[in-house]
């Protein structure tokens, strides 16, 4: 099985061998089932092993200033600034790369929506740095990633109810609260949903741990495997197309939009100095 882990700053492949190999026992073959055709018999060495994409969705990072930040000031003079007075933080925006920072008067800051542990340190500097450009003695210290979000679909699909029977140890699966089979692994550090359309959702330390996560789990949900449905292949064509789904509430019809992303583009692409402009005034 190979597990591939797509981010912005490049692919990394990842390989625990073939786990499709079959032994035989020559003992309770009969002679005259043995096929002599030779395009049989090389067909499955021809076979390539199963190739698993890893999406990073999000990578959560804290890092400090080292300063005592005024929110009433950085409101008022900084860009893409929303100040939350009830809960006491601030909450800025960036363009490049598109992460969100929450932060506290202490200098404490959490960056989120990176998809990669890199983009992720870029965009805390940059954050610094635009504390700076408002006056701050900030100094960028005590980085560091929280949590990984990742997801990948396996090739087929899963009996999660006999999976989760099997490892009831490390499995929790409760359909009246979730879809999807909670498995919690202790090395590496990472927790699980498993659904039984193929999706699997990864949250753990650092991208590694996804990766290797996936790797781990992939011989024990191939156990299960079964046919996908056409209900499954459609609702994995309109998650790949990033159709909109719509639910309905008895009479209501709520419609969800997952490319969010897209809102962002109404903003201009100017130089990334620009991110950081503080001269506009928020009054």
Same mark, same amino acid.
């Given at each position: 099985?190979?597990?591939?882990?797509?981010?912005?700053?490049?692919?990394?492949?990842?390989?625990?061998?073939?786990?499709? =190999?079959?032994?035989?026992?020559?003992?309770?073959?009969?002679?005259?089932?043995?096929?002599?055709?030779? +395009?049989?018999?090389?067909?499955?060495?021809?076979?390539?092993?199963?190739?698993?994409?890893?999406?990073?969705?999000?990578?959560?990072?804290?890092?400090?200033?080292?300063? =005592?930040?005024?929110?009433?000031?950085? /409101?008022?003079?900084?860009?893409?600034?929303?100040?939350?007075?009830?809960?006491?933080?601030?909450?800025?925006?960036?363009?490049?790369?598109?992460?969100?920072?929450?932060?506290?008067?202490?200098?404490?800051?959490?960056?989120?929506?990176?998809?990669?542990?890199?983009?992720?340190?870029?965009?805390?500097?940059?954050? /610094?740095?635009?504390?700076?450009?408002?006056? !701050?003695? +900030?100094?960028?210290?005590?980085?560091?990633?929280?949590? @990984?979000?990742?997801?990948?679909?396996?090739?087929?699909?899963?009996?999660?109810?006999?999976?989760?029977?099997?490892?009831?140890? =490390? /499995?929790?699966?409760?359909?009246?609260?979730?879809?999807?089979?909670?498995?919690?692994?202790?090395?590496?550090?990472?927790?699980?949903?498993?659904?039984?359309?193929?999706? @699997?959702?990864?949250?753990?330390?650092?991208?590694?741990?996804?990766? +290797? /996560?996936?790797?781990?789990? !992939?011989?024990?949900?191939?156990?299960?495997?079964?046919?996908?449905?056409?209900?499954?292949?459609?609702?994995?064509?309109?998650?790949? &197309?990033?159709? &909109?789904?719509?639910?309905? !509430?008895? =009479?209501?019809?709520?419609?969800?939009?997952?490319?969010?992303?897209?809102?962002?583009?109404?903003?201009?692409?100017?130089?990334?100095?620009?991110?950081?402009?503080?001269?506009?005034?928020?009054?």
């Amino acid at each position: 099985m190979m597990a591939t882990a797509i981010q912005n700053n490049g692919i990394e492949s990842l390989a625990n061998g073939n786990i499709n =190999h079959v032994e035989v026992n020559e003992t309770h073959v009969e002679p005259n089932s043995i096929s002599t055709d030779t +395009a049989a018999t090389e067909a499955p060495a021809e076979a390539d092993p199963p190739e698993i994409d890893i999406v990073i969705n999000n990578v959560v990072c804290s890092f400090s200033v080292r300063c =005592h930040l005024n929110l009433r000031q950085i /409101a008022l003079n900084g860009a893409n600034v929303e100040y939350r007075r009830e809960n006491g933080m601030i909450t800025m925006k960036l363009r490049k790369p598109y992460t969100t920072a929450s932060m506290w008067s202490s200098g404490k800051i959490t960056c989120t929506g990176a998809t990669s542990e890199e983009q992720a340190k870029i965009a805390a500097r940059r954050f /610094a740095r635009c504390l700076q450009k408002l006056g !701050f003695k +900030a100094r960028f210290n005590n980085f560091r990633v929280v949590n @990984v979000l990742g997801t990948c679909s396996m090739p087929f699909a899963i009996k999660i109810m006999a999976f989760s029977e099997r490892y009831k140890e =490390h /499995a929790d699966y409760e359909p009246e609260l979730h879809p999807g089979v909670t498995y919690k692994l202790t090395e590496p550090k990472a927790t699980l949903k498993i659904f039984s359309t193929g999706s @699997v959702t990864v949250t753990a330390p650092s991208v590694a741990d996804v990766q +290797a /996560a996936i790797e781990h789990i !992939f011989p024990l949900v191939y156990e299960y495997r079964k046919e996908r449905t056409k209900e499954d292949l459609l609702a994995m064509q309109l998650r790949r &197309k990033g159709q &909109k789904r719509k639910r309905s !509430f008895a =009479h209501i019809e709520v419609e969800d939009n997952e490319d969010y992303d897209d809102e962002m583009e109404i903003l201009s692409d100017e130089d990334e100095d620009d991110n950081c402009d503080s001269d506009k005034s928020w009054d």
